[in-house]
């Protein structure tokens, strides 16, 4: 008697667990009426008990179903009993032949294990992949290039470059000394809301293809289509007048109530209202040109950086005391050479070269230039650079 409390007991908790499990068991139902919301997955859950089992649902069905993740209310689909397909294979799936070429990309997991829901559109990636003859249609991988074709891509963007002496960047971004002179600065008024002009923001960086205010100097005017350059103002080098640090260009695309909007085309350092503009200067590129040696060139002295850093590195920028004047012009190379002497401790120091730099921008009374070398970092304002070879 206690036993067969028991196994009536456990039938009661089998039957309550769901009509998942007790619709599985039952063999006898012979059709089903697809209605909104059904789905194959569903369906092999729901008679089958393993919602994996929906290809043996599909198979059963062809004639009906034209892809397996599109199906229709009102469809009837049978469900005969037959040999159910097993969701895991009792065997290894047999590796690919090669030979033929790679394999076609796999469709998603979700995508092959999850039908769209009837009734539901289906992705139109989804149906172009499953109608007949869609292994045609597909010429490139579905998540683009593969990694290998896309390494040989970058690597030849950075190896098949076209020589340049002075780039463009350069001379833009490494900035001058205004000699003394008043030059004709402009004012950044801030980042703007595009269109309105009031909605400026003072301490909030430009980014690129932003839109900003700029308002021009007094009598002056800019036109739609002017580019202009976005400055900083510097720390005074002695008689050469203050430091012009560059933080980008805009490009005049608008006005708006007596201020005009410019577009950021280019970011050099943080672009921020107040700070200043001016006309760009034109810049000259020298082509193909190549730097030749030349003898008993030009000697120059270093004035120092836009900043006070003492050791230098690559690339830093340094201004040297001549300029247009005197020869000087953008690809100019110089050598920046230790003075010989005798310190106090008996050791000699000889004329050594401590560093190489290139000039890439020229004014009238002095030159811009970035240090391409550095053998001894500690050069100090003063030093003596001579000029060893010139664009020709």
């Given at each position: 008697?206690?036993?067969?409390?028991?196994?009536?007991?456990?039938?009661?908790?089998?039957l309550?667990?769901?009509?998942?499990?007790?619709?599985?068991?039952?063999?006898?139902?012979?059709?089903?009426?697809?209605?909104?919301?059904?789905?194959?997955?569903?369906?092999?859950r729901?008679?089958?008990?393993?919602?994996?089992?929906?290809?043996?649902?599909?198979?059963?069905?062809?004639?009906?179903?034209?892809?397996?993740?599109?199906?229709?209310?009102?469809?009837?689909?049978?469900?005969?009993?037959?040999?159910?397909?097993?969701s895991?294979?009792?065997?290894?799936?047999?590796?690919?032949?090669?030979?033929?070429?790679?394999?076609?990309?796999?469709?998603?997991?979700?995508?092959?294990?999850?039908?769209?829901?009837?009734?539901?559109?289906?992705?139109?990636?989804?149906?172009?992949?499953?109608?007949?003859?869609?292994?045609?249609?597909?010429?490139?991988?579905?998540?683009?290039?593969?990694?290998?074709?896309?390494?040989?891509?970058?690597?030849?963007?950075?190896?098949?470059?076209?020589?340049?002496?002075?780039?463009?960047?350069?001379f833009?971004?490494?900035?001058?000394?205004?000699?003394?002179?008043?030059?004709?600065?402009?004012?950044?008024?801030?980042?703007?809301?595009?269109?309105?002009?009031?909605?400026?923001?003072?301490?909030?960086?430009?980014?690129?293809?932003?839109?900003?205010?700029?308002?021009?100097?007094?009598?002056?005017?800019?036109?739609?289509?002017?580019?202009?350059?976005?400055?900083q103002?510097?720390?005074?080098?002695?008689?050469?007048?203050?430091?012009?640090?560059?933080?980008?260009?805009?490009?005049?695309?608008?006005?708006?109530?007596?201020?005009?909007l410019?577009?950021?085309?280019?970011?050099?350092?943080?672009?921020?209202?107040?700070?200043?503009?001016?006309?760009?200067?034109?810049?000259?590129?020298?082509?193909?040109?190549?730097?030749?040696?030349?003898?008993?060139?030009?000697?120059?002295?270093?004035?120092?950086?836009?900043?006070?850093?003492?050791?230098?590195?690559?690339?830093?920028?340094?201004?040297?005391?001549?300029?247009?004047?005197?020869?000087?012009?953008?690809?100019?190379?110089?050598?920046?050479?230790?003075?010989?002497?005798?310190?106090?401790?008996?050791?000699?120091?000889?004329?050594?070269?401590?560093?190489?730099?290139?000039?890439?921008?020229a004014?009238?009374?002095?030159?811009?230039?970035?240090?391409?070398?550095?053998?001894?970092?500690?050069i100090?304002?003063?030093?003596?650079?001579?000029?060893?070879?010139?664009?020709?």
């Open positions: 008697m206690q036993r067969t409390i028991r196994w009536s007991w456990l039938g009661a908790i089998a309550a667990a769901g009509p998942t499990l007790a619709a599985a068991q039952d063999t006898s139902t012979q059709s089903h009426t697809v209605r909104e919301g059904d789905t194959l997955w569903d369906l092999a729901q008679y089958r008990g393993d919602p994996f089992l929906w290809p043996d649902i599909y198979r059963m069905n062809t004639s009906v179903v034209e892809d397996p993740h599109w199906i229709y209310p009102g469809e009837i689909l049978q469900l005969a009993t037959t040999e159910a397909v097993a895991v294979p009792a065997e290894d799936t047999p590796a690919p032949d090669t030979s033929a070429g790679p394999p076609a990309a796999p469709l998603s997991d979700e995508l092959a294990e999850s039908p769209v829901t009837a009734d539901a559109p289906a992705p139109a990636s989804l149906a172009s992949l499953t109608k007949p003859g869609a292994e045609a249609e597909i010429s490139e991988p579905l998540f683009g290039p593969r990694p290998g074709n896309t390494m040989q891509e970058s690597m030849k963007a950075y190896a098949d470059q076209p020589y340049r002496a002075v780039r463009r960047s350069e833009y971004s490494s900035g001058f000394l205004t000699e003394k002179q008043k030059l004709p600065f402009g004012r950044v008024l801030g980042p703007v809301t595009p269109p309105q002009i009031r909605a400026l923001a003072r301490n909030t960086n430009a980014m690129p293809y932003a839109t900003v205010a700029v308002a021009a100097p007094k009598g002056a005017t800019y036109q739609v289509g002017d580019t202009l350059l976005v400055v103002i510097g720390r005074e080098i002695r008689d050469y007048g203050e430091v012009v640090i560059p933080s980008g260009m805009v490009q005049v695309t608008d006005t708006a109530g007596g201020r005009y410019a577009s950021v085309i280019a970011v050099y350092g943080p672009m921020r209202g107040g700070q200043s503009v001016l006309p760009l200067d034109r810049f000259g590129d020298p082509g193909t040109a190549k730097a030749m040696p030349v003898s008993d060139g030009i000697r120059a002295t270093l004035l120092g950086g836009s900043g006070r850093q003492d050791l230098k590195v690559p690339q830093m920028v340094m201004f040297l005391d001549k300029g247009r004047k005197d020869g000087i012009a953008p690809g100019d190379l110089f050598e920046v050479r230790r003075q010989p002497e005798r310190l106090g401790d008996g050791t000699i120091r000889v004329a050594e070269v401590m560093a190489t730099l290139q000039v890439v921008h004014r009238e009374r002095s030159a811009t230039a970035r240090l391409l070398n550095v053998i001894s970092p500690d100090a304002p003063g030093s003596e650079a001579r000029q060893v070879a010139k664009l020709r």
